[in-house]
């Protein structure tokens, strides 16, 4: 048993290195807005402090994300 067991732990382990030889790595589909200026510590947290610096995509920033808007469609969520 513990044989099986091992054979199948290897297995697994050779299939998830292979799954991340063959990932491939793109560019987001959305380009991000510039600060006119440094960002310094004091200017974190930025949700807090800048939100207006965050840009979701789709004309919308961080007062769209609700539980009720998450909730109705998680769809537009996903990047």
Do not use: C, F
Not at 14 to 19: C, K, Q, R, V, Y
Not at 21 to 30: E, L
Not at 50 to 70: A, F, K, Y
């Amino acid at each position: 048993m513990a044989n099986e067991l091992e054979t199948l732990i290897r297995q697994i382990v050779s299939e998830l290195e292979g799954a991340k030889s063959n990932v491939t790595h793109s560019t987001a589909p959305y380009t991000t807005a510039t600060v006119d200026r440094d960002v310094t510590v004091e200017d974190y947290p930025i949700a807090k402090k800048h939100p207006e610096w965050i840009d979701l995509g789709q004309g919308r920033d961080l007062s769209h994300i609700t539980m009720d808007n998450v909730m109705a469609d998680t769809s537009q969520w996903m990047i």
